[in-house]
């Protein structure tokens, strides 16, 4: 059974970069397609994006601008950069996965870290 | 501002049914398959329906899923107090080149 956990620092000035890592363990970090989540407190589940290691890369346009994804393999780790944050980037980050190209949906998920934006 | 929309909340008194309702377009639902997510407070989200009406396992029958057109359902009978808490719907979309959840939906156990 895949499981993931994030890692990364609680609190980040706005306009810096956010920068999340997600350690997987008891599964081939090249056998999924890894995304990242977030959640601001009292709304809903906002998808950041998702990767294949060394393959397809999709992010959500509204942060499209923003966002880069990427994996380590050779550390079985994934991170996320988010850069020029706001407050507005204040949120619970999960990152998680799914094993599908087509007919996506997200079957693992790691346990969340909050990541504040103020200074 | 999510393009799949949900009932901001839906109760009902132990051991009775509710429905949650997921609507979308032809770009995400119409296009593709619909899954559904139960979020706990202060857990991780974990998948109760795939591919439109598919349980993985663990997950108990009284959680049942299904689509049409470009709406989907997920039913919960039994309601046991332990469901309290909120579900999203997800779905690819297709014009956005992106993965979309519902608005979310609170289940309140009367």
């Known amino acids: 059974q895949v499981q993931l956990l994030e890692s990364g620092p609680g609190l980040v000035k706005p306009s810096e970069t956010l920068s999340l890592t997600c350690i997987v363990s008891?599964?081939?970090?090249?056998?999924?397609?890894w995304s990242w989540v977030r959640q601001p407190a009292g709304k809903g589940l906002e998808w950041i994006g998702r990767?294949?290691?060394?393959?397809?890369?999709n992010y959500n346009p509204s942060l499209r601008s923003r966002v880069t994804m990427s994996a380590d393999t050779s550390k079985s780790q994934f991170s996320l950069r988010l850069s020029s944050v706001t407050a507005a980037d204040t949120a619970v980050y999960y990152c998680?996965?799914?094993?599908?190209?087509?007919?996506?949906?997200?079957?693992?998920w790691g346990k969340g870290t909050t990541v504040t934006v103020s200074s | 501002q999510s393009v799949l929309t949900q009932p901001p909340s839906v109760s009902a008194a132990p051991g009775q049914k509710v429905t949650i309702s997921c609507s979308g377009s032809?770009?995400?639902?119409?296009?593709?398959?619909v899954s559904w997510y139960q979020h706990l407070p202060g857990t991780a989200p974990t998948v109760l329906i795939y591919?439109?009406?598919q349980r993985p396992s663990g997950i108990p029958d009284r959680f049942s899923g299904s689509k049409s057109g470009t709406s989907a359902t997920l039913d919960i009978t039994g309601l046991q107090t332990g469901d309290e808490a909120d579900y999203y719907c997800?779905?690819?979309?297709?014009?956005?080149?992106?993965?979309?959840f519902g608005t979310g939906t609170k289940v309140i156990v009367l």
């Open positions: 998680a996965g799914g094993d599908r190209l087509y007919y996506y949906y997200v079957d693992v």
């Open positions: 008891g599964g081939s970090i090249n056998n999924y397609y």
């Open positions: 990767f294949y290691p060394g393959g397809t890369t």
């Open positions: 032809n770009s995400n639902i119409g296009n593709d398959y």
């Open positions: 591919d439109n009406n």
């Open positions: 997800g779905s690819w979309d297709s014009s956005l080149r992106a993965y979309v």
